[in-house]
């Protein structure tokens, strides 16, 4: 038999097989011990019947007178004065073993010879034999084995019976118990299950019972020590970009100098590719920031606000960084509502437009929608992308082998926000209802009117 995989089934199993035992175990000693009680009873009760058979037997006998010679095999035999089951039956004997009385159920022939008063057993009888009259009239009263043993079986069964229904009646009582007793190790679970998959912080271990306070403290501490870690990576990354950012723009800077200033044109193109490096890491900076504050920033206010007027702001701003390149807007009529920060939704906007305007076809517009519902949808036409390369293109540092320059952090970053808001990137190749381009689509949290 396989044990169950729950620990409140394998302890119902276990205890319920238990108590099981435990009752049979029970039953058969009590079986045992009160099987000896009744021999001795009913030894006692035969005892007893014998000495109180006895002088009624003699008296009927004397009654009668001596019997004839040609009377000597012609016991006489009481009447049944109802019919009945005789358990107890009896012969009265002379020295010579000439029957003098008889019960009427009884056959003679079964009785052993006579060999003293006291208590004896055969094969099927429990004897007791008692004489009288100075040893010349022998009286034995016997009961059948097989009564007694009956009486046993059937107090045996008395005792068996009522496992039927204490055994169902145990198992759900300590299913029942089980459950009360493991219910805190549910909520436990529960809470911890509940948490998002980057919220490390410690779990209330409540009203676990004490044998299980040190799992959830174990717990607690290694969750401290991974948000630690994870603190001081992301505040590692954060900072090292930010500190990168002012000596960076004013290398640019000195690079944009470089050019304006020298005539020779193999130095004007050395200080340019160096300007487009040094712009390139400035990027590189920017987007570290970007993943350190999706990973570890709060992403989610106590209010809700309109998100059109900031997805409006930020299509201009990127429209006009895109020159030509036009970027077509849809916003639904009535307010879109949502609690998610506004730094945040800049960050998901500029990377969604940028991937569209470096990746998709330069003569194509983007279309960037937001839905009533609260659906973003950022697309651009291109060449259609294979679908492995597309399930990759959400981890950090991946590219599609697009021949335009990226860093492959802008839809990691996007994917990583979307999952902390509870949401999920979903790419999809050739856009519906075309045969090229890319979709980018997340739904953005909205609160009710």
């Known amino acids: 038999m396989r044990a169950p995989a729950s620990l409140r089934g394998r302890l119902a199993l276990w205890l319920g097989l238990a108590l099981v035992a435990l009752w049979l175990a029970t039953a058969l000693l009590t079986a045992g011990l009160m099987r000896r009680e009744l021999d001795a ?72 010879p006579w060999d003293g008063p006291g208590l004896r057993s055969t094969a099927t009888l429990r004897l007791y034999n008692i004489a009288a009259l100075r040893d010349t009239v022998r009286l034995t009263v016997a009961e059948p084995l097989a009564h007694r043993a009956r009486i046993a079986r059937e107090a045996l069964w008395m005792l068996l019976l009522p496992l039927l229904v204490v055994v169902p009646l145990a198992f759900a009582a300590i299913w029942l118990a089980l459950r009360a007793g493991l219910a805190p190790l549910q909520r436990w679970r529960e809470r911890l299950a509940a948490r998002g998959a980057r919220d490390l912080s410690p779990v209330s271990a409540g009203d676990l019972p004490s044998e299980l306070a040190p799992i959830a403290a174990t717990l607690d501490d290694v969750l401290c020590r991974l948000s630690a870690a994870f603190e001081a990576e992301r505040s590692f990354a954060a900072n090292a970009a930010h500190e990168l950012r002012t000596p960076l723009a004013g290398a640019i800077a000195q690079a944009q100098r470089l050019q304006a200033e020298t005539a020779d044109p193999a130095a004007r193109m050395r200080a340019a590719a160096m300007e487009a490096a040094l712009k390139r890491l400035l990027r590189v900076s920017e987007r570290l920031m970007q993943l350190a504050r999706a990973e570890g920033a709060r992403l989610r206010r106590d209010s809700a606000a309109d998100l059109r007027p900031v997805v409006r702001i930020l299509v201009e701003e990127q429209g006009r960084d895109a020159g030509d390149r036009r970027i077509r807007l849809r916003l639904p009529e009535a307010a879109v509502l949502s609690d998610l920060d506004p730094d945040a939704l800049a960050i ?18 983007v279309e960037v929608t937001l839905t009533a519902e609260g659906i973003l949808r950022v697309s651009n036409d291109g060449p259609p992308i294979p679908p492995e390369t597309l399930a990759r293109l959400v981890t950090r540092f991946a590219r599609a082998g697009s021949r335009a320059e990226g860093l492959g952090l802008g839809l990691a970053i996007v994917a990583t926000i979307a999952e902390r808001i509870g949401s999920r990137l979903q790419l999809t190749s050739p856009r519906p209802g075309s045969t090229s381009g890319l979709t980018a689509e997340l739904m953005l949290p909205c609160a009710s009117d």
């Open 41 to 112: 009873l009913f030894d006692s009760a035969l005892q007893e019947s014998a000495e109180r058979l006895l002088p009624l037997a003699v008296n009927d006998v004397l009654g009668r007178g001596q019997a004839d010679e040609n009377d000597e095999d012609d016991p006489r035999i009481l009447g049944v004065i109802a019919p009945h089951d005789e358990f107890l039956t009896y012969v009265l004997r002379d020295p010579a073993g000439r029957v003098l009385l008889q019960s009427h159920a009884v056959d003679p022939a079964g009785f052993p």
């Open 348 to 365: 998901i906007l500029r990377n969604l437009i940028d991937n569209a305007l470096r990746h998709g076809d330069p003569e194509e517009p």
